[in-house]
């Protein structure tokens, strides 16, 4: 065993990567959540900022943290595994040996895909943030996204994992205090110390605090470009005053997205027995709300309780949302007494959990979660 040391990694790297280990593990653990969203993708953006540093400072860094100094040959990656199982205390190098470099080459770029996927998703199935352009007739395809996206945290996870395995092999097997490594910067391994230049260190702070910038911008600033929805608050009462007036006399307003044409029809043909209530509708009316329910229904919406709903009901004349599947699973986590107790009275009291419902905004971060429980 040798006794050299060398100062490999600086501090900015160091800082860097533990960052990236901490705000990794958040996003995807708020991922479970419907609720944190909106953390969810502020956390990503982070992520990605951070992955994108990586190559950046591949590029500018400090010498082992350089692209030119990672090792991507196959002979030699060949060989360091060789050497790996015959000799237990090789001398290491310095920097990223051939095994690391293809990791941290991967990781970055999966990652990257990853943190892109998942804000296209946001923009596809939820209209919100940068891409929420994309939310338009391709909807269909979001499942793809959806996938990939879940595929790729998995894979990066695995990655992590053997990582992991592959940094407590050297610290207890070859003995080479490689944990320490990212904690004080210093490799049991022959070379030349780092001195890391002074606008090395100032690009590299300034451009953590960017992006520890933009995550409290998109955390905590409403409606920012990255969080913002393209549905905005729609006022039923301008639109469509009769609609407004008749319809949300017993019961809130429901928005016409939420239903198939058919649906609507097939209620307003029934309006005189509506729920064992005649609503009694002059024939004109009739006409007018109908035509209003239909110009505005579910398939005319890319929202995705419509695109869903529309899937389930299409060509069905049922319109009791409530008793849809997608309604039901949705819900399900919902504990039953919380739709009898005082303030939510009834599953079609929407509103009452639904802030905006009436204005046909149903998105996550409108619900009142503090009713649920
Ligand atoms: C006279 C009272 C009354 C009026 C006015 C009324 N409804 Fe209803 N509606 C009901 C009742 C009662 C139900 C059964 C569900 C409930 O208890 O809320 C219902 C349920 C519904 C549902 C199904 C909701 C669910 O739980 O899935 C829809 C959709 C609906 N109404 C649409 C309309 C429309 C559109 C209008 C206007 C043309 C309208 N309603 C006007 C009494 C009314
Ligand atoms: C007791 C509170 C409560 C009531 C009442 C309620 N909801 Fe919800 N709703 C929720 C919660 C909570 C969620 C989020 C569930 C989740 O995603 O885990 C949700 C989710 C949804 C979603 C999916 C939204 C999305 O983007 O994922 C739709 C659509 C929806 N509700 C429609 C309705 C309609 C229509 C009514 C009235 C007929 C209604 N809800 C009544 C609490 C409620």
Redesign the pocket.
């Known amino acids: 065993m040798n006794n050299y040391k060398t100062y490999v990694w600086s501090f900015l790297g160091r800082l860097s990567h533990w960052l990236l280990v901490v705000s990794f593990f958040t996003t995807y653990f708020t991922s479970f959540y419907?609720?944190l969203l909106t953390l969810h993708v502020s956390l990503g953006i982070f992520v990605f900022g951070m992955l994108l540093k990586k190559i950046v400072w591949g590029l500018i860094g400090p010498r082992y943290a350089r692209w030119s100094d990672y090792k991507f040959s196959l002979s030699e990656l060949k060989f360091y595994f060789v050497e790996k199982v015959e000799n237990r205390y090789r001398e290491i190098h310095p920097g990223h040996n051939p095994a690391s470099s293809w990791f941290a080459f991967l990781i970055i770029w999966i990652g990257i895909i990853c943190c892109l996927t998942g804000f296209v998703l946001y923009g596809i199935q939820?209209g919100n943030g940068i891409f929420s352009f994309m939310n338009r007739n391709f909807y269909s395809l979001m499942h793809i996204y959806e996938d990939v996206h879940i595929l790729l945290v998995y894979v990066l996870i695995v990655m992590i994992f053997f990582h992991i395995s592959g940094v407590l092999v050297e610290q207890f097997y070859h003995k080479t205090n490689m944990v320490m490594a990212m904690v004080t910067g210093y490799k049991k391994a022959k070379g030349t110390d780092i001195k890391p230049r002074f606008w090395m260190i100032f690009w590299g702070s300034f451009y953590t605090f960017i992006f520890s910038l933009l995550f409290i911008y998109s955390y905590y600033i409403p409606n920012n470009i990255f969080i913002e929805s393209k549905f905005e608050k729609i006022d039923y009462k301008v639109l469509h005053k009769d609609f407004q007036f008749e319809c949300s006399d017993c019961h809130?307003l429901?928005p016409p997205h939420?239903l198939p044409k058919t649906s609507w029809i097939k209620l307003m043909n029934e309006q005189s027995d509506h729920y064992d209530e005649d609503l009694e509708l002059e024939k004109n009316l009739v006409d007018s709300i109908e035509k209003y329910l239909v110009d505005n229904s579910a398939e005319n919406s890319t929202r995705?309780?419509s695109f869903?709903?529309l899937n389930e009901l299409e060509n069905s004349n049922r319109f009791t949302?409530?008793e849809t599947n997608?309604?039901k699973d949705?819900?399900k986590?919902?504990p039953k007494e919380?739709?009898k107790n005082d303030e939510?009275e009834n599953?079609?009291?929407?509103v009452?959990?639904?802030k905006d419902?009436e204005k046909g905004i149903?998105?996550?971060s409108n619900?009142i979660?503090s009713?649920?429980k």
Not at 347 to 350: F, G, L, T
């Open positions: 419907e609720e939820e809130n429901i939420l995705e309780a869903k709903i949302i409530t997608y309604w949705t819900h986590n919902i919380v739709f939510v599953k079609s009291n929407c009452a959990c639904h419902f149903l998105s996550d619900i979660y009713k649920i």
